[in-house]
């Protein structure tokens, strides 16, 4: 229903930067908010940013707070993560989703389908 190619993913020394992009078609992506998940082998999908259907209101989970940064062009239909400082805790397959707002009007990372796409890969090492 929702359909998202995410791509940018790379090995990356500590305190590089990277920038993630999440395509989304086949549906209005400008309809909805959108979130980035990570997801270690073994581990449930963490929400760690999301961002709001006009791109006004942003969250961001207290791990990548003031390292990572989202946005969104919804004439490109893309979500963007950039992601700087980069330690190997940040080390994951991303995805993105889109998500329910919240309450007053904002984001969360509450999936609206449990279908996912492949993700792209982020190695963080020395």
């Known amino acids: 229903q929702y359909h998202f190619v995410e791509s940018g993913g790379a090995l990356v020394q500590p305190g590089g930067s990277l920038r993630l992009s999440c395509y989304g078609y086949n549906f209005p992506v400008e309809d909805h908010a959108v979130a980035w998940f990570r997801q270690i082998p073994g581990k449930e999908r963490e929400g760690i940013s999301c961002i709001s259907r006009a ?72």
Do not use: E, H
């Open 55 to 126: 791109g006004t209101r942003s969250n961001y989970a207290d791990s990548v707070s003031g390292r990572f940064t989202i946005s969104r062009d919804n004439t490109r239909s893309t979500v963007y993560l950039q992601m700087n400082n980069l330690k190997a805790d940040d080390t994951a397959r991303y995805f993105c989703a889109t998500t329910w707002p919240g309450s007053p009007p904002t984001c969360t990372f509450r999936p609206k389908s449990d279908s996912w796409g492949q993700g792209t890969q982020v190695t963080v090492s020395s």
